[in-house]
Nanobody
Framework: QVQLVESGGGLVQAGGSLRLSCAAS????????MGWYRQAPGKQRELVAL???????NYADSVKGRFTISRDNAKNTVYLQMNSLKPEDTAVYYC???????????????WGQGTLVTVSS
């Protein structure tokens, strides 16, 4: 069994910064793409940023230049550094991986439980 556990959310003023972390647990052999998604109240979940196992990144236009995704493969952890936060960044942020391979089996479409980020104006 594998799990993704996010941390680092909280309340911050506009213009401030937060760093989210997401650690994968279990007997992990490899993790393919890792990413961050967010869902604001009354809106659909949307992609924020992705990073491949080779550290190729992709960002939503709304966060380019403000957010940075990174990963530590040795720790099975992905990070999201969020700078110049805006009230419209307020959402629950979810960690995701398209494929996590353990010793015995591959797990597809793994989600974390989410962490709330609130940006006050």
């Amino acid at each position: 069994q594998v799990q993704l556990v996010e941390s680092g959310g909280g309340l911050v003023q506009a213009g401030g910064s937060l760093r989210l972390s997401c650690a994968a647990s279990g007997r992990i052999f490899s993790i393919n793409v890792m990413g961050w998604y967010r869902q604001a109240p009354g809106k659909q979940r949307e992609l924020v940023a992705l990073i491949t196992s080779d550290s190729i990144t992709n960002y939503a236009d709304s966060v380019k230049g403000r957010f940075t995704i990174s990963r530590d493969n040795a720790k099975n952890t992905v990070y999201l550094q969020m700078n110049s936060l805006k009230p419209e960044d307020t959402a629950v942020y979810y960690c995701h991986s398209d494929k996590i391979t353990t010793i015995n089996i591959s797990h597809f479409g793994v989600w974390g439980q989410g962490t709330l980020v609130t940006v006050s104006s």
